[in-house]
């Protein structure tokens, strides 16, 4: 299993970046796939994740700034984050879940990828 992630940045408060992760080596489209993130000096916690069916959830601190999708074809991941604020801060991580066709949560996954630096400034 190989999961790439890409796009990070820096930017001011108010802007937009749009992260992507390129998998391989498994049956994308049967698992769940996530987006997570990790601040300096704190816990690794859950951003977005998104359903083989399309079924999305969001941490309710991103809820109507982020929107997760997929392609399952390209088995492609991405994460548009639009009204960036600095406490969005921070090391984001593509993720696989654990089990294939499970329910998309934010624990259960396996995979992760290097994780890519998203820095926005006030």
């Known amino acids: 299993v190989q999961l790439q992630e890409s796009g990070g940045g820096s930017v001011q408060a108010g802007g937009s970046l749009r992260l992507s992760c390129a998998a391989a080596?498994?049956?994308?489209?049967?698992?769940?796939m996530g987006w997570f993130r990790q601040a300096p000096g704190k816990e690794r916690e859950g951003v977005a994740t998104?359903?083989?069916?399309?079924?999305?959830i969001y941490a309710d601190s991103v809820k109507g700034r982020f929107t997760i999708s997929r392609h399952n074809a390209k088995k492609t991941l991405a994460l548009q984050m639009n009204s960036l604020k600095s406490e969005d801060s921070g090391l984001y991580y593509c993720?696989?879940?654990?089990?294939?066709?499970?329910?998309?949560?934010?624990?259960?996954?396996?995979?992760w990828g290097q994780g890519t630096q998203v820095t926005v400034s006030s």
């Open positions: 993720a696989r879940g654990a089990y294939a066709m499970s329910k998309c949560l934010f624990h259960d996954y396996n995979y």
């Open positions: 998104i359903a083989t069916d399309g079924r999305e």
């Open positions: 080596g498994f049956t994308y489209s049967s698992y769940c």
